[in-house]
Structure formats: structure tokens, C-alpha cells
Antibody, heavy 121, light 107 residues
């Protein structure tokens, strides 16, 4: 049973960089896309971007200038960095597996529990 | 970006009622649509993929239909454990986008 767990600071100062890691357990990180998705309190879901285990990335254009994703297959982990954060980046951040099948299936089938990140001085 | 518009934003129904949520895409997305359920304080859970395919282990009272720009999600007989917010999500194009959510409550 594949499980995901987000980790990282729960409080980040404005203008600094938010850094989160997602650890994949119960299975291999290889040969999948892995996404980050965030949700401000009481609001909807926003896809931040994804990374393939080769290191190839796709970012949401709305955040692209501030986002960097990386993967460490030896540790079964992938990471998110979001620079120059403001209060608008305060949200629950989820990591998720982006399951893509040849038949056209493409869905976030496994999610981490989420981690709350607050941007405040 | 493809805009996903859900309606209603919230609804209240009785146990056993049939509940229907609609999702409209701003352009043709074929059947490239998923539905998720999110209970309070929890991560979303995939219920339906490819517009109409039930994820393994999901009760058969949940169903989805539609293609192109108009999609429907149905709970055939609402149960107390179905209290949640439901989201549609398109995967025709990047960036992936979600509807704003529909909150389902028990009357």
C-alpha cells in the first residue's frame, strides 16, 4: 500500500522560500508523475505542478516563476520549493501520485495527508 | 487555462435522496475528467476517473457521466458518510484545474 507523507516547516516568513518534502513509502517512486496541490483554508484546490522520476517537470504558469521541484529516487522522495512567499501562499499543501495509464487515465490516485504552511512574520 | 465550473456550490438533501452535481468545462475536454470527494480535514479521494469509471473500492451509488464540456456526478442514494465536498478536475490540458467544489450536507 503506497503512502505519501509531507514534511517541512509549518511557518515561513514573507519573502522567504517554502520547502516541503514528500516521502513515498510502501512502493517505488520510479516511473510515476508526482504532483503538489495546495488548498487555502475554506477554498478550492490548486495544482502547483508535477515531476516525473526522470526529473522532468511541469509547473502551473501562475506559479512557474517561483516554483522548483526535484526528486531523489534513492530516498523515495520528491520536493517542492516556492520562493518569495506571501500571505497568499498560506495553505494546506498536498503531495499526490499522478497515475497515468496508456488507456488515457490520468488522476491523482494517492494523496498525502497534507501539511499546513502559514506565511507570517 | 481550462475553467471548470461546478453547480451548485452547496446543497442539502435527505438520507436516501438522489444527489446530482454538474461540472462544465470552458472548452471540450472529451472524457478527461475526474471526481474527488473531500471530507473535512482530510485529503481528497479519487472516486471517478475518465468521467464515468468508478475507482476500485468506491460504492456503486456513486456515478459519473458526460463528455465534451458537460458532466454530471450522481449519488443515487445519499448516505450520512457522503457528507463532503466534491470536486471535478480536468486532465485534458496543463495546468490541471479543479472546479470550485460542491459541499453536500444532510438536511
Amino acid at each position: 500500500q503506497v503512502q505519501l507523507q509531507e514534511s517541512g516547516p509549518g511557518l515561513v516568513k514573507p519573502s522567504e522560500t517554502l520547502s516541503l518534502t514528500c516521502t513515498v513509502s510502501g512502493g517505488s517512486i520510479s516511473s510515476y508523475y508526482w504532483s503538489w496541490i495546495r488548498q487555502p483554508a475554506g477554498k478550492g484546490l490548486e495544482w502547483i505542478g508535477r515531476i516525473y522520476t526522470s526529473g522532468s517537470t511541469n509547473y502551473n504558469p501562475s506559479l512557474k516563476s517561483r516554483v522548483t521541484m526535484s526528486v531523489d529516487t534513492s530516498k523515495n522522495q520528491f520536493s517542492l520549493k516556492l520562493s518569495s512567499v506571501t500571505a497568499a501562499d498560506t495553505a494546506v499543501y498536498y503531495c499526490a501520485r499522478d497515475l497515468i495509464a496508456a488507456a488515457g487515465l490520468d488522476a491523482f490516485d494517492i494523496w498525502g495527508q497534507g501539511t499546513m504552511v502559514t506565511v507570517s512574520s | 487555462d481550462i475553467q471548470m465550473t461546478q453547480s451548485p456550490s452547496s446543497l442539502s438533501a435527505s438520507v436516501g435522496d438522489r444527489v446530482t452535481i454538474t461540472c462544465q468545462a470552458s472548452q471540450d475536454i472529451s472524457n478527461y475528467l475526474n471526481w474527488y470527494q473531500q471530507k473535512p480535514g482530510k485529503a481528497p479521494k479519487l472516486l471517478i476517473y475518465d468521467a464515468s469509471n468508478l475507482e476500485t473500492g468506491v460504492p456503486s451509488r456513486f456515478s459519473g457521466s458526460g463528455s465534451g464540456t458537460d458532466f454530471t456526478f450522481t449519488i443515487s442514494s445519499l448516505q450520512p458518510e457522503d457528507i463532503a465536498t466534491y470536486y471535478c478536475q480536468q486532465y485534458d490540458n496543463l495546468p490541471r484545474t479543479f472546479g470550485q467544489g460542491t459541499k453536500v450536507e444532510i438536511k
